[in-house]
């Protein structure tokens, strides 16, 4: 049975930094892309940042472009996300996922609907 779990998350003010890991057990974490979704109340789940399979290309929207980092240890089964800077409008639900999709020539897998598992998610709290 696979299992994805996020941690990490928390409250933070304005212009603070978080960084959230997910593990995985039940799969093969390096035959998996790997991405980090978020959503708001009242609003879609979307992508924020994905990782292919070997950690050489990734992807980020651009609303966290040049703040948000994400990488994995493919020895450890560990994705993370490193987030800096961040900004009220970052509050969310944070969810970590798994796809079995090597992505594309333009980069990793980067749709909701590309993704096969899914943890629980992590909150992401940004005060004013």
């Known amino acids: 049975q696979v299992q994805v779990v996020e941690s990490g998350g928390g409250l933070v003010q304005a212009g603070g930094s978080l960084r959230l890991s997910c593990t995985t057990s039940?799969?093969?974490?390096?035959?998996?892309?790997m991405g980090w979704f978020r959503q708001a109340p009242g609003k879609e789940r979307e992508g924020v940042s994905c990782i292919n399979r070997s950690g050489g290309s990734t992807y980020y929207a651009d609303s966290v472009k040049g703040r948000f980092t994400i990488s994995r240890d493919n020895a450890k089964n560990t994705l993370y996300l490193q987030m800096n800077s961040l900004k009220p409008e970052d509050t969310a639900m944070y969810y970590c996922a798994a796809s079995g999709s090597g992505g594309s020539w333009y980069g990793p897998p980067r749709r909701v609907y590309e993704y096969n598992y899914w943890g629980q998610g992590t909150q992401v709290t940004v005060s004013s």
């Open positions: 039940g799969l093969t974490f390096n035959d998996y892309s």
